[in-house]
């Protein structure tokens, strides 16, 4: 069983940054892959980001989000610059035995709380 804690969210002017963190438990953090969701009310949970020995984005956070993980601390980090209002979510870490790039939500075993990310114009 792995548990997952998310920190980091807040409030941010448009074009801020935010870090967000995800520990995790478990000995074997290392072979896990590991992925940040957002989800706004009404609609499906959206990729972000994920991380195996690589990174991967979505196109939308693509060149603005950082993703990152400190295997020593089991924690993984989603930089997130030059926010814009519509990054503004409920961001979600989630976590797989896999070291393959995760995309779907239904592909992930282990979730977070979610932690708020709120964008202001």
């Known amino acids: 069983q792995v548990q997952l804690v998310e920190s980091g969210g807040g409030l941010v002017q448009a074009g801020g940054s935010l870090r967000l963190s995800c520990a995790a438990s478990g000995r074997t953090f290392s072979n896990y892959a590991m992925g940040w969701f957002r989800q706004v009310p009404g609609k499906e949970r959206e990729f972000v980001a994920t991380?195996?020995?690589?990174?991967y984005y979505a196109d939308s956070v693509k060149g603005r989000f950082t993703i990152s993980r400190d295997n020593a601390k089991n924690t993984v980090y989603l930089l997130m610059n030059s926010l814009k209002p519509e990054d503004t979510a409920v961001y979600y870490c989630a976590a797989k035995d896999t070291m393959v790039f995760l995309t779907g939500p239904r592909e992930y075993d282990y979730w977070g709380q979610g932690t708020q990310v709120t964008v202001s114009s």
């Open positions: 991380i195996t020995w690589m990174p």
